[in-house]
């Protein structure tokens, strides 16, 4: 491979690029009209204009992608996460043209693509699943037979769902039926496939996934986990590596079940296999994401593996270089999502103009961004401006290092999820490791960042004030014709 067209945009197609370049592979960078002057078009070797800004005019465009790569002599394509990258419609578009795809082959992103299809699967696996039905359900009074088999609370979920959305609740009887017609057209408006199904709603689930990487020689290894419990509409904003609650036994045992699920759809590539924990340490499959992760970074730096070379080396046929047993945590490390959204006003976009824009840095401060000061965040896409990752060598000491990355990184133009990230490192539960998927519900409120921010500016005026008095002695003007006016003089 010596050319990559990245498929992407924002922080993951300069972080893709970065592998390339270190591995000598030359980039092209494709982007929309709003992109123009974005860092991974400055980045690339090369860049190739699509079309308008809406994705579906031009990220989402294959056929414009594919030509795209065709153009540049691009020998290889590299989705990033989102857009096209679990698409297994594109995967086979560009085999077709003869270009390299990085990521798994067709059968793995179909089966996996589904989650009905995914639990189908992993069914001669042993893989332990959430309690319900693997079909499609339509027929609310045999919905309502099975829910009272589960017991409520009950889930309605998208078979075809993604980033938390299409999922509902159910908490009694009454309401299943109106709540399944809202989940079946709400599964058709977003993904075009009505397919619902029934899970149990786990109480008090962590969310804990675990990294795998295949080749196409069989080798299969899991890179540990990855907890990404603190989440708001059911998605993640802050993921860290290892989990604080996880045993090696139980971590071998989730591990070894995540390489069951890869070989269930013969997986090959960089890939992550979901689970949910309950609070008795019973772990449940959730799905698979056949495509590099966001949090991916909490992973590399714990491990000291780059995912995105290993990535393009599977795609290149080679095998892996290590084995199970070459792979050890090391350290800890924590990411916080930079969202471009308001976290006293429900999480909603913040869209806006980065005014100010002031990078934190320092040893053990990893930041993946994809803009620069003065740069507009667009309304088109994921209003992700940015991922920020320390590492050190225990769990306190990351939390810390984040601290003071979150206070040194400014923002100033629109509101940021970097209060929120202030706020889950100082809350106790988090710092205790105790916490669930509901810790946003639990636990914050924007009284409750307020409020820390409230404490934060007496401490600073109290400190202010104490030493204004210190320094009030020293800064006073000595009366003309005193000693000490006279010894000033001199
Ligand atoms: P998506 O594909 O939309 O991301 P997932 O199945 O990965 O959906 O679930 C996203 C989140 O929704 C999980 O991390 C968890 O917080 C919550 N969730 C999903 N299934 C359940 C369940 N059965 N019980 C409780 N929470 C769940």
């Known amino acids: 491979m010596h050319k990559i067209l ?46 308008p800004a809406p994705s579906s005019e031009s990220y989402l465009v294959m056929d414009k992608v594919i030509e795209a790569a065709l ?162 509409r059911h ?83 080679e095998k892996l270089s290590f084995t199970q047993d070459d792979l050890n945590i090391k350290g800890h490390a924590v990411e916080l999502r930079i969202y471009a959204e308001d976290p006293l006003n429900d999480f909603l976009p913040s869209i806006g103009n980065l005014e100010t824009y002031i990078r934190p840095q320092g040893e053990g401060v990893r930041l993946d961004d994809g803009y620069d000061e003065g740069m507009d965040i667009p309304i088109y896409y994921d209003p992700m401006i940015a991922k920020l990752v320390t590492y050190a060598d225990t769990r306190p000491a990351a939390i810390q290092k984040m601290k003071k990355a979150i206070a040194d990184y400014k923002i100033v133009g629109l509101q940021t999820t970097l209060p929120f990230g202030k706020f889950v490192m100082e809350n106790e539960h988090f710092i205790k490791g105790k916490f669930d998927t509901h810790f946003v519900k639990n636990y914050y409120s924007p009284e409750a960042l307020l409020e820390g921010q409230k404490a934060e500016e007496i401490l600073a005026a109290e400190i202010a004030l104490k030493y204004y008095q210190e320094q009030k002695s020293k800064l006073s003007v000595p009366t003309e014709g005193s000693d000490e006016w006279l010894q000033s003089r001199i």
């Open 6 to 51: 990245v498929a992407n945009r924002g922080e993951i197609a300069l972080r893709v690029m970065r592998t390339a370049k270190a591995m000598g592979i030359s980039t092209v960078a494709v982007y929309s009209e709003v992109d123009r002057n974005a860092p991974h078009v400055r980045f690339a070797d090369e860049a190739v204009l699509l079309g």
């Open 71 to 232: 153009s540049t002599g691009a020998d290889g394509i590299h989705p990033g996460y989102g857009f096209l990258s679990e698409n297994s419609a594109f995967a086979n578009k560009v085999t077709a043209a003869g270009i390299t795809f990085i990521g798994p082959g067709q059968r793995a992103i179909e089966t996996m693509g589904s989650k009905l299809a995914a639990k189908e699967a992993v069914k001669a696996y042993d893989i332990p699943m959430v309690p319900g039905i693997d079909e499609a359900i339509t027929d609310p009074d045999k919905a309502k037979v099975i829910a009272q088999d589960i017991g409520y609370p009950i889930l309605i979920k998208a078979s075809a769902g993604g980033g938390g959305k299409g999922m509902r609740v159910v908490d009694s009887a009454d309401v299943l039926e109106e709540q399944m017609q809202r989940a079946i057209s709400e599964a058709e408006s977003a993904f075009g496939d009505g397919s619902v199904f029934i899970e149990k709603y786990i109480a008090s689930p962590r969310h804990i996934e675990i990294q795998v990487l295949a080749d196409r020689h069989g080798n299969v290894v899991h890179l540990f986990e990855r907890e990404c419990s603190i989440q708001r």
């Open 235 to 317: 998605q993640k904003v802050v993921e860290e590596a290892p989990s604080a609650v996880l045993t090696p036994e139980l971590r071998e045992r989730m591990g070894d079940a995540a390489i069951k699920v890869a070989q269930s759809c013969d997986y090959e590539g960089a890939g992550t296999v979901e689970f949910l924990l309950d609070e008795n340490n019973n772990f449940y499959f959730l799905e698979m994401n056949t495509r590099l992760q966001v949090e991916h970074p909490v992973t590399e730096l714990i491990t000291d593996v780059d995912l995105v070379a290993e990535q393009i080396k599977v795609a290149r046929g």
